[in-house]
């Protein structure tokens, strides 16, 4: 994996993959912007003062009494406010990391061909179908809503709640940069047999490491194309070995 990293490291620090990381940045950025923008700063700024004012009167006392009464506990206001502050950045920060995952996704394909034509000159006996992409892909995002749901009312827990966020969202991380990469650089039975084997203890282990770097402000924004480079040397060398 050293090696892949050098790699890496000297394709693309190069002016080509620099500008092309610059799109799912600025990207991003404006996209975030815009939701703070148009409504998102105002609910920030409503739930902050009633947290300190202790005025709830944006909720119905008559259906949400106990709500209320236990938001008026010191200790109660401190805990949410805590936790609004600590998701609201996470959250913050893993949208942004999607958005920019999204739009790179659209470059995997520049970067995938880049690195086989450099590397490795696979010759694809057959191109992976789009429906087939779009049917896993699928069933993946409704596994992420499940698993999102599920973590949910960890949210509410101090501390865990930091760790078990993440779990969704590391999943879809994971699973969408392992469908796109080897869907653009691997023929059809390759991508089969790379998606039974769910990538393999490598795939994982990195995607880890690029999850968490992705959670550094900006990191996740600019990086995402190294990401996918690193990822498609990873798997063309997983299949040179499962063919030979």
């Known amino acids: ?34 939701i703070l923008i148009f409504g998102a700063n105002e609910l920030f700024d409503l739930l902050k003062q009633s947290l300190i ?10 259906k949400q009494g106990f709500l209320v009464s236990l938001l008026s506990f010191d200790i109660t206001r401190i ?14 920060i893993l949208l942004s990391v999607m958005i920019a995952a999204i739009i790179a996704g659209f470059l995997t394909p520049i970067v995938t061909k880049f690195v086989d ?37 960890f949210v509410f827990v101090p501390f865990l709640n930091l760790f078990i966020i993440n779990v969704p969202f590391f999943y879809l991380f994971y699973k969408f940069m392992l469908i796109d990469v080897a869907s653009n650089s691997l023929d059809e039975l390759s991508f089969e047999l790379m998606m039974r084997k769910d990538g393999g203890f490598e795939f994982k282990f990195v995607a880890l490491i690029f999850y968490v770097l992705s959670l550094i402000p900006f990191v996740g924004l600019f990086f995402q194309l190294f990401f996918v480079m690193f990822f498609t040397h990873l798997l063309l060398r997983k299949n040179q070995i499962y063919r030979a």
């Open 53 to 62: 004012s202790t005025d709830f009167s944006f909720i119905d006392e008559t």
């Open 79 to 92: 805990l949410v406010m805590s936790i609004f502050y600590t998701l609201g950045g996470l959250l913050g």
């Open 117 to 153: 034509q450099k590397y490795y000159n696979t010759k694809l006996e057959s191109q992976v179908g789009t429906t087939k992409v779009i049917k896993i892909s699928l069933a993946v995002f409704f596994k992420f809503i499940l698993i999102l749901l599920i973590t949910i009312p």
């Open 1 to 34: 994996m050293i090696e892949i990293l050098s790699l890496c490291i000297n394709d693309f620090f190069k002016k080509k993959f620099i500008l092309l990381s610059i799109l799912p940045f600025i990207s991003s950025l404006l996209v975030i912007g815009l």
